[in-house]
């Protein structure tokens, strides 16, 4: 949804608590973390000698395998345009006498920073000593740093820790794990999980899958097989007559329209709901559909060390297009017939509406363009 070129993000559904299930802590065989843990010292260094590798000996007490998976940063990537709405941070070198910044989630917030800092924690795993008979595998770039296991994971090019935990699981049951454990504050890593369930168990039947989920009063353990048998393997929908419906109920549990259209234009005319607060139009539902389909295509590769993703040219921008495109906007006159100051309008809505895909229409607008120096 967009306003004066703004996009508006709405709010993310909620796990409920009722699917969640009661967890046993000895059975933990495997526990993978994305870890998000605020430094407490007064230094890189004292935080993974003091906090960081004591907590994953911890772990190590009552499991015998502990993963920790990294996300990775590529520039132009997809995720890009949603880590820039989060703002800059402040750029610091990281390395063992750098000082824990005062504003941490503002140094969380520059990409290098973190791409330094897990590289630091990496090689910290990779030269301590780990106690017999337990492993530890953190990611480090596209490797995989192992300790207390002759056992070595092979070079995987995911992007995000959302999908590579599934590679990391995958292995894990391959090595006889049955009991495991992803620790996790996102929603798209359960979503991941269930949607690769029945591949990851068709192998190995007897394999427990459990998310810790949330944090505070919000945490809970949620049981993915419990989760999976209820769902069922398949499912036939009306794809986006239900999907329609589906929206309409997330912005408006007590309303009985299907069509978004109608459902938006209630809500903001008679309960003056703000821009963030109402549903997308249809045409835009089905650019965020579309959007969302691109997205499955990746995770529905997370347990393969070498993903082979959909071509992103039929579904995202490329930033030479939108720069160009821009570009077009912004000059006082057009040279290409039928853009001039009212074509221009028309441009600048393509280029909004081109800002998460790309459509054929606007890829030929794109190609057949030669801007004025």
């Not at 007064?42 to 920790?68: M, Q, T």
């Not at 990779?126 to 008979?133: E, I, V």
């Not at 821009?275 to 959007?291: F, N």
Request: aromatic share 6%; proline share 4%.
């Amino acid at each position: 949804m967009t306003s004066s070129g703004i996009v508006h993000s709405g709010t993310n559904p909620v796990i409920h608590s009722s699917i969640q299930t009661e967890w046993k802590e000895q059975e933990r065989g495997i526990e993978m973390l994305p870890l998000k843990v605020a430094l407490l010292k007064a230094g890189v260094n004292d935080y993974a000698n003091e906090v960081f590798i004591p907590h994953i000996l911890k772990l190590l007490e009552s499991c015998r395998r502990v993963d920790v998976v990294w996300d990775s940063y590529i520039a132009s990537s997809i995720k890009e345009s949603t880590r820039e709405k989060r703002g800059k941070g402040v750029r610091r070198k990281v390395g063992g006498p750098t000082k824990v910044p005062s504003n941490w989630p503002d140094f969380l917030r520059d990409p290098t920073n973190k791409e330094e800092l897990f590289q630091f924690l990496s090689d910290k795993v990779g030269s301590s000593y780990w106690p017999d008979g337990k492993g530890v595998f953190i990611t480090s770039g596209t490797n995989v740093i192992s300790r207390g296991s002759d056992h070595s994971m092979p070079r995987c090019d995911h992007e995000e820790a959302d999908t590579r935990i599934v590679v990391h699981l995958k292995d894990a049951l391959d090595k006889g794990c049955t009991n495991c454990l992803v620790r996790t504050v996102d929603t798209d890593v359960v979503a991941i999980l269930i949607g690769k369930y029945h591949s990851l168990t068709s192998q190995h039947q007897m394999a427990a899958i459990w998310v810790a989920f949330g944090t505070g009063k919000n945490f809970m353990y949620l049981d993915i097989n419990a989760i999976c048998h209820a769902l069922g393997k398949d499912s036939e929908l009306q794809a986006i007559q239900l999907l329609e419906r589906f929206t309409v109920i997330i912005y408006n549990k007590t309303s009985n329209l299907d069509s978004v259209n109608e459902a938006r234009r209630e809500l903001f005319s008679q309960k003056n709901r703000p821009m963030e607060k109402i549903p997308p139009t249809q045409e835009a539902l089905l650019q965020h559909t579309l959007r969302a389909v691109y997205q499955a295509g990746i995770w529905a590769t997370s347990d393969q060390c070498e993903q082979k993703p959909p071509t992103q040219r039929l579904w995202m921008d490329s930033r030479e297009c939108n720069e160009d495109l821009a570009s077009c906007v912004v000059q006082p006159a057009c040279s290409i017939s039928g853009l001039q100051r009212t074509g221009q309008a028309w441009l600048q809505k393509r280029h909004v509406r081109r800002t998460m895909l790309m459509q054929e229409g606007a890829v030929e607008v794109h190609r057949t363009m030669q801007l004025p120096m």
